[in-house]
Each structure stands twice: as C-alpha cells, then as structure tokens.
C-alpha cells in the first residue's frame, strides 16, 4: 500500500514538472516569432528607399547671376485664367505672385528657418509621382482640407498601411488617390517597430539620417492608430528650432531664383511649411537694338519703357590683350523714355550723362587684360566676371540636361552668345552707375536695371528654343530684333494683348528644395491660401479705383480745346495710372509679407 502511494506522489510530481516545462516551450515560439518579424521589419526598413530621393543635387537650374534681381510690380498669380489641377494659363508675359497651400515632404528636419534660401527641383524617388499627383489635385478637391492631405503626405513618407483601420486617412486616400496607387502605397508599408527595435535602427544609421528614420518610425506608429491628433503627427514630423548649417553643397541665399524648363524664372519664400510664397517671371517680348558692332543702343518693354544707351567714338574703344572679340568702350549716356499715345510718341523722361564704361563682344576666355586701364578702371576684374558669367550659363544648361524631362534646350550658338552676353554687359553698367547713384531721378519710374535684366531673360529663354509669352508669331519669337508694337492708342483697361495663346504654369511638379539638408524640402500646391485670397481682392479694389480715376482723367482731357494741352494733359493722365498700378503691385507683394 505504501509502496503504491509513492509511485503516485512519484508520478504526480513528475506530471507536474513535465507540465511546466511544456508550458514554457509553448511560449518560447511566439518569443521566436516576434523576434523573427521583428528582425524582417527592421531589415526591409533598411531595404526600403525613400519615398522621395530629391536632394540638392538635383536642384541643377539655380541662376546665382539674378540674385540682385529684385524686381516690384507684380500682379496676382491667382487672378489668372485657371485649367485642370488650378494650372495657371498666363496670357501675357510679366511679374506674378502667389501664397501657396504647401507642404512638408521631409518629416524628421526642421521648418523653414529665417533667410534660408530654396530651389526649384523636380521631385523623384519611387513615390514621386503618387506625391505630385496629390499636390496637383490639391485645387480640384477644395473640401478635402490641407491638414488632411498633409497627413496622407506623412503616411506616404513614412511608408504607412493605409485600410480600414486609417480611419480619416483612408476617406481623403480615396479622394486623391486611385486604387490602383493606394495599393501600390501598400506595397511598400513598412512594420512598427518596438522602442528596442528602433533603437537597434538609429544606432546603425548616420547622424544625418537618425532624425528622419525616428520621424517616420513614430509616425507610422501613431498613424496605426485612427485616433491620432494632426497636433501629435505634426509635433513628430516638425523639429523645432533652426537647422545646423550644412555642407552639402554652396550657401542658397534666400530668394535665389531657379530657371523653369518652360521658359520662365521661380522663386520661394517659405513662411513655415504650410505657407510659401511664390514669386514668378514670365519673359515679355521684348525689342532690343544693337549697332553695328552688336553694342545694345535700346531695350524696349512692350509697354512702351524704353532705355536707351548712347556710346562714346569708337576710338575709346580698346581691344581686350588676347582676346579679340572682346573690347572695352565708353558710354556717354543713359536714358530712360517711354512711347506715350496717339501722335505724342517717345518722350525722354530722364538721362544720365557718363554712367561708366562697359565690356563688349564675347569673350573667347584667353584675354590678359591688365588690371588697370586708363579711363577703364578694374578691367581685369569685369573681363573674369564676364567670364565666370558665361561659365554659369553652362553649368545652367548641363542642369537642364540633367531634368530628366523632354525640354527644348540645345546649344547655345555663337549669335546667341552675343546677344545675350551684349544684355549682360549693359546689366553691369547699370548696376554700376545704379551702386553710384548716377541713376537717381524724380522721373524714372521705372528702374533701368530691372528692365535690363529682364531683358536678359527674355534672350536666354529665346535662345533655349521656348517661345516668350505672349509672342504674337514665331517671327516675333524667333527674332530678337522684332517684338509687338508699341503703344499708339492710350487705354485705362491695361493695353493686354489678345492675340496668342495661353502659357500653363504648374507649381505640384517640383519641390522647393532647401539649401540646408537639415531642413525641411517643401511641395507646392496650385491652391492659395485665405490670406492670398485676402490680397488677391485688395489688389482687384485697389486696381478699380486707379481705372476708374485714369478714366475721368482721360475724359477731361479729351474736353480740352487746345491740342497741345491735350496731349500733356494724356502724359499726365498716362504717367499717374502707370504709377498707381505700380502702387497696387507693391501693395499685394507688401500684403503676402514680402
């Protein structure tokens, strides 16, 4: 009996143990498994490229020779014709500014910091066309708000699982997207990581990249959770503070203007990452003569401003040592006119008497100038700029070559070269006589420079084969000695040109992409803000006063008995609506904070 109660004590304990030792072993394979998926997790992580690759580098039309560029009287963006996608269809060329709805594309940086400076560069990267995609239909959808499409922007970034469980995420996905791209968006979602998990990432990657993986980590985590706040995605996706200055590549100043394969010029000024005001030049057609040594005598805007360049004898004009397509000569003087109407015609407003000297002709980069010339002083140094000038267009070109888009740029032919390194060389004169205040008068309403160098523009953008806006034939386009008439008939309605077609602009397309890597790159959309709809309408008020006060004006005039009173009371009449346009461009530029 005894005997067999040990047994039973002896089989009970033994159960026992082996019953908790099956116990662990069912535990240890879901440790396993977890570990095991874990393991996978982190590794696609590291497989996985980023949803956008756009770096500096692609940044490749910068045009540092407009950084002095500063031009005013620029006209709402947004009051332009509109297409599919809230494109914008320009009738004629000019000046335009726009407040743009836009995003952050890079979670993990820092917003935009005070003066720093952006470009324009085309966004790539395996999820570049589902972003542009969103930033294009941004207009089309006005009720799906711009935090929700900020939050489908992280999630894409961050490589989220967008399904039924994304809550808002999946409505605004549903809207924007096409099947076809949401299940390619989940093609490449990535796990969530544990704490132990992520650290194990963050010790392995770069300073540079820590904060951007951490970013897209968290973010993912708290987009599996429907019930995440914009505020807590925001706080994960946004640094505080200013970013480190970098070393990526040269130092971006702010408002750096970048070439548009299009044919016009874009610049950004980021307020935040939600906000960025846009400013954009289209080139005009303009008229620019030369005589007979292909020395610029005139540069006429097609609304009748004129500046016009008269050189001093021929014999002032010395041969630059080593390099004979290059010489130095003197100018005598400097005019600004305008074409007024009806039989008044072109009217001196100002003149500057011996502005400086300039460089002519293009350079074969083999000249020896000596630094200093009798009556031409510091020739060595604009002869290197002009070089260095020339070298800078090159490096523009290669970077259009680098676009990856089907462009019309070709090489540039020697014609060309003159006539656009001709518009440089009257640039720098300016520029000079300007810094002298040889060109300070009550009556130049307009500035010299500015139309210098926009006419500048106007010949790149020609001699990269894209025709001007508003080119009213392809001879107009074609010749840079040929341009639309000029003003003959007075108008209070602004004297817009209805023939020619319309010329697209799209801001979704391309990034603004920071000079500092530690900040954040910024997407565009083609809708404004409240606060550009603000401006837009001051601008339209401001805009009908000066109509309607340009319109009694020129009836009375119209009243006059004598002609010749007529005709300066029509000068006065045109001269006060020119400037009171001008003070509303200034204003709506002043009223989006720039």
Partial sequence: MRRTVMVVVFFAIFW????????????????????????????????????????????????PFLDDFQPGGFEPLSLQPRGSGGTFLIKKGGLYVFEAESYCLKAGTRGPGHGEGYLQAPLKGPRAEIIRGILFHAADYPEVSQKDIQVLLWAILAHAKIDHKSGKLLKTAMVLLTPKEILETNGGALGIL????????????SPALRNVYKAEAELRNALSHAEASYEELERIAVLSGEAAAGDEGPEVPRGRWSYNPKGYFIRYFPEGYSRTVIEIYQPEVFTVERD???????????????????????????????????????????????????????????????????????????????????????????????????????????????????????????????????????????????????????????????????????????????????????????????????????????????????????????????????????????????????????????????????????ADCLMMEKVSASRLCIVDCQRKYRQDQKDCQTMVRNCKGL
């Fill in 16 to 63: 026992g143990a082996w019953n908790e030792s099956s116990l662990k072993a069912q535990k240890s394979p879901f440790k396993v498994l977890k570990k095991l998926s874990e393991k996978a997790d982190i590794d696609a992580l590291f497989k996985a490229k980023p949803a956008l690759t756009t770096s500096l580098a692609d940044a490749a039309t910068a045009v």
């Fill in 194 to 205: 544990s704490d132990k998990g992520l650290e194990k990432v963050l010790d392995k990657v």
């Fill in 292 to 554: 007979p040594l292909g020395r610029v005598t005139t540069i006429a805007h097609p609304d009748g401003e004129r500046v016009e360049i008269e050189y001093k004898a021929r014999g002032e004009a010395p041969a630059v040592p080593g390099d004979t397509a290059m010489s130095a000569c003197a100018v005598g003087a400097i005019r600004l006119a305008y074409v007024y109407p009806r039989e008044i015609g072109r009217i001196v407003e100002a003149e500057c008497p011996d502005p400086g000297w300039t460089l002519s002709g293009n350079s074969g980069g083999k000249g020896r100038p000596l630094p200093e010339y009798e009556g031409f002083p510091a020739l060595a140094n604009r002869y290197e700029a002009s070089l260095k000038h020339k070298a800078e267009i090159k490096d523009l070109l290669d970077g259009l070559k680098k676009t990856g888009r089907k462009i019309h740029a070709g090489d540039i032919d020697e014609k060309q070269w003159e006539r656009i390194m001709s518009l440089y060389h009257v640039v720098e004169v300016l520029k000079l006589a300007a810094a002298e205040e040889k060109l300070k008068h009550p009556d130049w309403m307009s500035d010299p420079v500015e139309l210098a160098y926009r006419a500048w523009q106007a010949e790149l953008v020609k001699a990269l084969k894209v025709p001007p806006a508003g080119a009213q034939n392809e001879a107009d386009a074609a010749d840079p000695g040929r341009g639309p008439s000029l003003p003959v008939l007075f108008t209070c309605a602004g004297g817009e040109d209805d023939d020619g077609g319309f010329e697209p602009i799209d801001l979704s397309p391309d990034g603004a992409q920071p000079g500092n890597p530690g900040s954040q790159r910024g997407g565009n959309s083609n809708r404004g803000t409240k606060e550009n709809e603000k401006c837009d309408g001051e601008y339209n008020g401001c805009k009908l006063v000066a109509r309607q006060d340009c319109d009694f004006c020129f």
